[in-house]
Structures are given as C-alpha cells and as structure tokens.
C-alpha cells in the first residue's frame, strides 16, 4: 500500500470544489413606489424583513453631486409609508430594526471648493428625533435592534482630508448616551460602518495620511470598548470593515485609492471576509474588476457589488447613494463561491440587480437594480429577495467533477450534491472528531442526506454544496437502478425540513479520477504521489506545493472514487482497516501503453476512496500523458492525465 499522506490531504478533494454548483436560489419582490416617485433604492434591512429606503422623482440621479429630494420609505407587512423626513433634504436610511427604527443621514459634494457636508436623522416612535449636538455632522450606518447606531462624524475641508479628520460613535436611541469610539492608538482618527447584535463594530483606523487606512474591530464589553486592526490583503494598501455578524465574522473591502482626487483611475478594490484573525480575498464577477461587500449575516453569506468599473471615494457607500447602474451587478457570496444574484433569481425576467445592500439572518437580501416593464425601459427599483424556502437539490455528479460529469452514483461512491439551502448554518467540513468508531457522521451541522430510510456518510455540507458517500442500499437492489435521494435540514431538531426527491442512477461502477487542479475542458492532472510520497504533477502546478514529472519505472499511486466492490466485508461508510482489492475486471494505461498494476483496491484508512498502484513505462515521451482507467467496461475521463518527464 502507499497512502503517505494525512487524512486531511483527501479532504480537500471532498469539500468545496464546485464548478458546477448551482448556489443559493431567490424569488424578487419588487418593493413598489411611492405617489409621483417611482425611482426607489432599498438601503437597509431590519432581521424581521422591513425595509427602509428612499424614492426619487427623476431617474439617474447621483445623491452626493445632485442634491435631489428623497422620500424615506418604511416598506413592512406589504406596505410602504413615506416617513415624511424633510431635513436633511436628501436623506437616506443605512440601518433599521425590528421596532421600527430607522437611521440614516446624507452626504452633499461641492465640486468647486473640494469640500463635502454630511448630516444625520434619528427616527423613532413614529417621528424624528432630536439629534445630539455632537453628531451633527455625523453619518449613521448602522442599527441593531438594541437601539445601538454607530457611523462617523465628518468634516471635509477637502477630499483628501474625508477621513483623516473623522470621529466614530456608538449611539443609544433609548437613552440617548453617545460613546466615542475610539482609535487603537492615541489621536488617531476612525470610521464605524457595521454593527452586530451589540459586542462588535466593523469600521476602519486613519493615519495621519489618508493613504493608511487599515480595518477595524472594536469589541464591547461590560468593562469597555476595545479596539483590533486587522491585517491588510495582501497586495493592497487600504480596507475598512463593513458588516460583522454575531460570531465575530466581518466583512468589508481591501482597496487601493487616492483619496486626494475625486476619480483615481488606477483605483481598484476587492469584497474580502475576516474570520480568526485571517483575510479571505472573495474575488470579482466575471468581466469585472472591483467589488464591495456591505453585509454579512450570522450564517457567513455576504453581499454586495462587484462592477466593471473602479471604485471612488464613497466606497461601498456608492451603494446607497448612486443611482443603478448596467456596470454594477449585485453578489451573494455563498459556499465559498460569488454569484450574480440577477442569475439566482427563479423570477427575475426584466431585473438586472446593481446592488445588495443588507442581508438579515433569515437570508433575505435588499438593494436596487434597473427592471425592464412592459415599457421596454429601464427604471430603478427597490427589492427585496427571499430564499426559496428549504433545501433544494438542482443536481446529482460524481465528487471528482469529470468534464464530461459523471451522473451516476455507486455503492461505496463518494458523490456531490449541488442546491439550494442545503443548510442552515456555515459550511462544515468532516474533521476527525466526526468520526466515531471509525463510521462518517451521517448528521454534519444538521444537515443530513437520506436514501429512503438509510442516512448517508457525509464529509462536507455548505448552503449549495454537499459531499456523501452512496449507500448503504438494500440488498435486494438489482443494479443498474434508481434510488431516491433528499436533504433534511435541521435533522438533529424537532423540526426538520426536507428538500423533494430526486431519483439517481445507480450503477456497480462509475469511476473517477481525483485530481490536483480541474479545468473547464476536463484536461485535469490526476491526484497522484510517487512511493516516496512525492506530489506526481507539472512543476508549479499549486502554488506552494512541489511537483514533480514522473519517469520510467517510478511506482506511482493514483487515488480516485466510484470503482466499484471489493474484497472488504465493512460495510460503507466505515474507514477501511485493510487492503481490499476490486473484484470487478480493470485495466489501466498510460499514454495509450498497458501497465503493471500491484494494487488496485480501497485505500486503508479512509472511506470511499480507491487507489492503484502501478509502474510508469519506458517508452512514453515527456509531456502529460492520459492515464485511463477501465472498470467492468466502464471508463474514467479520457483527458486526465499525469505528467511525464525524460
């Protein structure tokens, strides 16, 4: 045998590879206008599903440049009610909670003298609210339903100096205490964006010079606020913290800008999340350069924008105060994956989404986007997207995702699961905790997977994506055949909730290769080590690995899933204690040369996972050279292959 490497080496292999994965799916509630205002942005969420926000008279307007009337709106219940806000003029809401409070102010830009004015409102109780003295000049961003704003005073002189003179607050609508938050060190200046339930705020530090600005968390306590710089993503000089949820979990943006000009046309920005101390870079959209993140729920799911433009000075504030736009396009990061959340929609026909806004912890998403009626024009509209509701099975592949994919399973056949609301929590991996007495958890972060009444080996669940292990099926199932499969979430509760049927084929064999890396085309590098131990690959083909080719008589062993029956009496979904060789007829080549195999079997240790064992030829030229594997007729992918040197 030859299984040198950690269990944990395999488990990369079975957790959240998704290439195909369909992600979270929505319907769009389209949130209506108001009287002779039918251009509306939705700007806050409150975690029971009310939406605050504002409408406009003309189309197009930029808040900041224009100064336009905005009418706030309270949309609850089905229902939107301008609040009547008059001051400031163009008011617009960042926060609202359950109680019906809302928060929010304006930012105005004077072009000519570089200079730009912000202004708050505290609405409550069905009406405005006295502001403080000292936030006059203040922006709230934030509200939770403890009645706790935060957001940052500012006085612009010019636009160099928008943040370097900035204050942040924590603000107690009930008792009306404003507690200045603080910089990590002495005189230096702040800005708040984000809130939790009331232990954390998400915002940012500012040195001397604007150029330094570096995220930050302050943490609250009953001994006092404290606050953390978190490290910058590599390669950018700047970010600032948006969000942060109940776990300590936040989001917001790495960025490189200058602030001294109004358009930096090298600016560039990237959504990133914090979680442990670490910075996770979430990308950009397809044919896009930039994106923003503005909200994180208890459940990791973020959102926000990602644009094929650069982004300005207001950062992920251009959300609520730019008019939508075709180049911004709304995102919801799930399951390790962004997606464009106009692709998410199962009844979006005429919606383009510019922007997410807010997500509540129920999932529902606000923004605003540009919808097409049957006037063939586009128009900016507030929504409101909701989960569909449970989990959702879109489709059924084989775990290693051979192109073409492999749509049968097989018993003791490691398969991927791909949907909707899978789960109801953060993704969990298998760890060896799970593992009791050498058997997989058949429950993983409540989230199960059934066959009939038989509960399935899992080793990954995420809100799109699962990884299991087919079987074990009764045996009187005469294969090939159909079984059913369905997720349950919340199966370790009194209330689980079950996705509907799919029907599976089920086949004695579907083989696979696993492999390092995997293309769109399917010419993918099998996952192979020498005897030593030694990565088999191109060199350089992960970064921080070694790789190396292989050559003429190395003893390699190549690891793959879905090869059929063995000799082993354990029943699937235990760790194999033994060798246990296939007992279906194989074969295997490389380069198109038949092969010695020593091996070809389970490999001990682990569950699901197949090995074999074989002797490179002389003969075969340098280069990567397809290695086939034939089991009872059935082959794997044809352009898989190993790298061969001299």
Request: proline share 6%; glycine share 12%.
């Amino acid at each position: 045998m030859n299984s040198k490497r950690p269990y944990s080496f395999f488990i990369f292999f079975f957790a959240a590879v998704s290439l195909l994965a369909q992600g979270p799916q929505f319907t769009i509630q389209d949130l209506g206008t108001l009287p002779n205002l039918p251009y509306c942005s939705a700007t806050a969420l409150s975690q029971d599903g009310s939406v605050a926000g504002y409408c406009l008279a003309k189309a197009n307007e930029e808040l900041a440049l224009d100064a336009p009337v905005t009418h706030v709106f309270l949309y609850s219940k089905g229902a939107m009610t301008d609040l009547g806000i008059a001051s400031p003029m163009t008011a617009v809401p960042s926060g609202v909670n359950d109680s019906g409070a809302v928060v929010g102010g304006s930012i105005t830009v004077n072009l000519e003298d570089e200079a730009a004015s912000t202004a708050p409102f505290f609405y409550q109780n069905g009406a405005v609210q006295p502001t403080p003295g000292s936030l006059g000049t203040s922006l709230p961003l934030a509200l939770n339903n403890a009645g706790q704003a935060v957001g940052t005073s500012f006085q612009v002189t010019n636009f160099s100096r928008l943040y370097i003179d900035s204050s942040a607050f924590l603000y107690s609508l009930s008792t009306g205490t404003v507690t200045p938050l603080e910089a990590p060190t002495t005189g230096g200046a702040v800005a708040a964006y984000g809130i939790n339930s009331g232990t954390m705020i998400a915002g940012a530090t500012v040195g001397a010079n604007a150029s330094d600005v570096t995220p930050l968390l302050w943490t609250v306590s009953s001994s006092g606020i404290t606050a953390q710089p978190l490290p910058l993503l590599s390669g950018y000089n700047q970010g600032l913290l948006a969000s942060v949820n109940d776990s300590g979990v936040a989001t917001g943006i790495a960025f490189n800008l200058n602030f001294t000009v109004l358009v930096d046309p090298n600016a560039v920005a990237h959504a990133v999340v914090y979680q442990n101390g670490a910075v996770t870079d979430l990308g950009v959209l397809p044919g896009d350069i930039s994106s923003l993140a503005a909200s994180i729920n208890n459940s990791g799911t973020v959102v926000g924008f990602s644009s094929s433009q650069r982004p300005d000075f207001a950062l992920t504030l251009a959300a609520f105060i730019d008019a939508p736009a075709t180049s911004d396009h709304a995102f919801v990061y799930s399951g390790g994956k962004m997606y464009n959340l106009t692709n998410q929609l199962v009844n979006g026909a005429g919606w383009q989404l510019s922007f997410a806004t807010a997500i509540n912890n129920a999932g529902q998403i606000i923004g605003s986007g540009l919808f097409t009626g049957a006037g063939g024009t586009a128009a900016q509209h507030a929504f409101l997207l909701t989960p569909v509701a449970g989990p959702s099975i879109t489709s059924i592949v084989g775990a290693a995702f051979s192109i073409p994919a492999v749509t049968s399973i097989s018993p003791n056949g490691i398969f991927t699961i791909f949907g909707s609301q899978l789960t109801t929590g953060a993704p969990v991996p298998l760890s060896a905790d799970d593992i009791i007495n050498g058997q997989l958890p058949t429950d993983l972060g409540g989230t199960c997977v059934e066959s009939g009444s038989t509960k399935l080996g899992l080793f990954y669940v995420s809100a799109g994506q699962i990884n299991a292990l087919a079987g074990p099926f009764p045996a009187s199932l005469t294969l090939p055949a159909t079984v059913p499969i369905t997720v349950v979430t919340g199966c370790d509760s009194t209330t689980p909730t079950t996705s509907s049927v799919i029907n599976v084929n089920v086949t004695a064999v579907a083989p696979e290769f696993l492999y390092f890396v995997q293309t769109t085309n399917g010419d993918n590098p099998v996952a192979a080590i020498e005897q030593s131990g030694a990565y088999v690959g191109p060199p350089g083909l992960i970064s921080g690995a070694t790789f190396a080719p292989a050559k003429a008589a190395d003893v390699l062993t190549a690891f793959g899933v879905g090869w059929g029956a063995t000799t082993s009496t354990a029943s699937i979904g235990t760790l194999a204690t033994a060798a246990a060789t296939l007992t279906n007829s194989y074969s295997l080549t490389l380069g198109g040369m038949p092969v010695q195999v020593s091996y070809a079997g389970l490999t001990p240790g682990f569950a699901g996972l197949y090995q074999i064992n074989f002797t490179v030829p002389s003969g075969l030229s340098a280069g990567n050279q397809p290695l086939v594997l034939t089991v009872d007729g059935v082959q794997t992918e044809a352009m898989a292959y190993i790298a061969v040197g001299n």
